[in-house]
């Protein structure tokens, strides 16, 4: 199986503090990730001062802040950011970081050196945001929470239209000859992979539908992760060995921090477990190819059986059930071919429990 790119989600795990991220960065560094995520906005043009909260950050935040207020708190500054890229390079760890606005996109590629995009489950419908995303040219991890099959396609047409084309379309609709084309399923082929996600923190374990990890990548033929919100280590490591790509999962230095996704999130030693978790299911998976294993081969002749006499047989004597029967080492003529031996005439004289090698 190939390297399963781990993604550590710091977040908004920081609670606006440059030295927490630093910290989230040091320690995603320590678990092994592959890969520490952040999250970059202009909050104005994010949300309406009018959006409500999700139930789950009504009951992990301040009840008397509305979203835009609390999302405020919570946005780090361009030069917060070279901050946090230079504690990633210091900690030999990759940065990301999720823009929610083309404005953030591009400060990410063009100021940050960001080459990789994760569109997050709630800009899979924004349309200008896939179109420049997909213009520059820039590969793309696509989160697919609280989608439908065809609202995934959609996304995939839109990136499909603006990575061979240029000009804004006049509709979704525009973007599927692209889509159908040869070049653009080759630049999906080329820049995209999916992650499986269910948009809920935490996520219910009878919702996380682990099969659709298949459904999507039989359905788009890209590689396909999996973004994880549920409680502890178990799923993720569940969605390696179901084929995961990639996995996605948030962290935080306390989960007794205030804040909307701490609670949700593995404490360091946790997601070092899931890390040290995931590279052993890597490991396991193999090749699929079932041939016995260097090990196995030395194991055979002490398992397996062979053809062994129950009596001393004289030269001339046929075989029957009486005077034959299978018993361990496996080094001599297998127990295989027990029947093909009955009715067969001994060339030589057996001792009784001997073994019968050709």
Same mark, same amino acid.
């Given at each position: 199986?190939?390297?399963?790119?781990?993604?550590? !989600?710091?977040?908004?795990?920081?609670?606006?503090? %440059?030295?927490?991220?630093?910290? =989230?960065?040091?320690?995603?560094?320590?678990?092994?990730?592959? %890969?520490?995520?952040?999250?970059?906005?202009?909050?104005?043009?994010?949300?309406?001062?009018?959006?409500?909260?999700?139930?789950?950050?009504?009951? @992990?935040?301040?009840?008397?802040?509305?979203?835009?207020?609390?999302?405020?708190? =919570?946005?780090?500054?361009?030069?917060?950011?070279?901050?946090?890229?230079?504690?990633?390079?210091?900690?030999?760890?990759?940065?990301?970081?999720?823009?929610?606005?083309?404005?953030?996109?591009?400060?990410? @590629?063009?100021?940050? &050196?960001?080459?990789?995009?994760?569109?997050?489950?709630?800009?899979? @419908?924004?349309? #200008?945001?896939?179109?420049?995303?997909? /213009?520059?040219?820039?590969?793309?991890? =696509?989160?697919?929470?609280?989608?439908?099959?065809?609202?995934?396609?959609?996304?995939?047409?839109?990136?499909?239209?603006?990575?061979?084309?240029?000009?804004? #379309?006049?509709?979704?609709? !525009?973007?599927?000859?692209?889509?159908?084309?040869?070049?653009?399923? *080759?630049?999906?082929?080329?820049?995209?992979?999916?992650?499986?996600?269910?948009?809920?923190? #935490?996520? #219910?374990?009878?919702?996380?539908?682990?099969?659709?990890?298949?459904?999507?990548?039989?359905?788009? *033929?890209?590689?396909?992760?999996?973004?994880?919100?549920?409680?502890?280590?178990?799923?993720?490591?569940?969605?390696?060995? /179901?084929?995961?790509?990639?996995?996605?999962?948030?962290?935080?230095?306390?989960?007794?921090?205030?804040?909307?996704?701490?609670?949700?999130?593995?404490?360091?030693? !946790?997601?070092?477990?899931?890390?040290?978790?995931?590279?052993? %299911?890597?490991?396991?998976?193999?090749? &699929?190819?079932?041939?016995?294993? !260097?090990?196995?081969?030395?194991?055979?002749?002490?398992? /397996?059986? *062979?053809?062994?006499?129950?009596?001393?047989?004289?030269? &001339?004597?046929?075989? @029957?059930?009486?005077?034959?029967? %299978?018993?361990?080492?496996?080094?001599?003529?297998?127990?295989?071919?027990?029947?093909?031996?009955?009715?067969?005439?001994?060339?030589?004289?057996?001792?009784?429990?001997?073994?019968?090698?050709?």
């Amino acid at each position: 199986m190939e390297h399963v790119l781990v993604i550590a !989600e710091a977040g908004v795990n920081h609670n606006g503090s %440059v030295d927490l991220a630093v910290r =989230l960065v040091e320690e995603a560094a320590n678990a092994g990730a592959d %890969v520490v995520k952040f999250q970059t906005g202009l909050t104005e043009k994010l949300i309406s001062r009018y959006a409500q909260k999700a139930d789950y950050q009504k009951i @992990t935040t301040s009840e008397m802040e509305s979203q835009l207020e609390m999302c405020k708190k =919570l946005e780090f500054s361009w030069d917060d950011h070279a901050r946090v890229i230079k504690a990633c390079r210091d900690n030999n760890i990759k940065f990301l970081s999720t823009p929610f606005d083309i404005d953030s996109l591009h400060f990410l @590629t063009k100021k940050c &050196g960001v080459d990789t995009i994760k569109i997050p489950s709630g800009e899979i @419908t924004n349309a #200008p945001l896939l179109f420049e995303i997909g /213009r520059l040219g820039k590969d793309v991890i =696509l989160s697919t929470g609280m989608s439908l099959l065809g609202e995934v396609e959609q996304a995939l047409a839109i990136l499909a239209y603006s990575y061979i084309n240029d000009v804004v #379309p006049k509709s979704v609709n !525009e973007c599927y000859e692209s889509y159908s084309s040869k070049a653009g399923q *080759s630049s999906l082929r080329k820049h995209v992979s999916l992650l499986h996600c269910t948009t809920e923190y #935490p996520a #219910p374990l009878e919702e996380v539908n682990l099969r659709c990890i298949d459904t999507l990548r039989n359905a788009f *033929s890209l590689p396909v992760g999996y973004s994880d919100h549920t409680l502890g280590i178990t799923i993720p490591i569940a969605a390696v060995a /179901r084929g995961a790509t990639i996995i996605e999962k948030h962290f935080t230095l306390d989960r007794k921090m205030e804040g909307p996704d701490h609670k949700a999130s593995l404490e360091p030693k !946790e997601l070092g477990l899931m890390l040290k978790s995931i590279r052993q %299911v890597e490991l396991a998976m193999g090749n &699929g190819i079932k041939i016995p294993s !260097e090990s196995e081969k030395r194991n055979m002749a002490v398992a /397996r059986k *062979s053809l062994v006499t129950t009596c001393n047989v004289k030269a &001339g004597t046929v075989f @029957t059930g009486d005077n034959l029967t %299978v018993k361990r080492p496996g080094d001599g003529v297998s127990a295989i071919y027990y029947w093909d031996y009955l009715g067969k005439t001994a060339t030589r004289d057996y001792y009784e429990d001997e073994i019968i090698r050709g």
